[in-house]
């Protein structure tokens, strides 16, 4: 995800050419970033850590403790640290830094085909200019959205930040009723892909909510009203909202370890 973003924002009018920097441990992948033209592949945080204006974080939370350990005699008061670790808080990076300016994002996996929803939200010491610019960046893989606390970026965990999982866990679920009605694997993919992304565009093209398209797809006694009359009987959908909750309670529990490790 973190490359995912550096190679968005390298692309962007945002960013001039090599004015991003991107530390990597790997040295199959250091050989690797030395050879994109857009960006300056550094092996040491000595190297690029001064010099930056913005700092993104974008390592496993497991990581956290011992990498703020290093960057903290190399950091200074006037860079803004951007986080994308699942539950990191601001407060756990204020304290491993040393520094006052820090952002928290939740990304998710679509900002890879530049279709991403990220949530963010800030410290005090972020200024409305340093938080547009940081905006403006996060954008560059998706759309964002500035929520007033880190609540709400748990929150967030639950519907943007896992969504997509839980549509690929739709669509599998799909795909296997597809098969087992006897359709080539070629045949269910498509039925299943177009069927989904119809459904989104439709979505998008007028101001209806999804009970109001669905009402349009379902006719009495129909097909589509047996389906969906089924899930109602089942539960479904609130079973769906149940597993939205899980994802933002772990969330929570994730920054409650943090906070006392």
Known sequence: MGFTYAEAMAKSTLLKEKDLMILDKSEERLSELKKHPLLIACADLEECLPQADVVLIAVKPNHASDL?????????EQQVFVSIMAGVTMKVIQQ????????????NLPAQVGLGMTSFTATDAVSRLELATIEQLLDTTGRSIYLDTEKEIDASTGISGSGPAYIFYFMQSMLEAALQMGFPMDDARMLVHQTFAGAVKLFESADLDPTEWMARVASKGGTTRAALDWMEDNNVKELIKEAAYAAFNRAVELGKEFDHA
């Open 68 to 76: 703020m350990a290093q960057m903290k005699p190399l950091v200074n």
């Open 96 to 107: 491993g830094l040393g520094m006052a300016k820090v952002v928290r994002a939740m990304p």
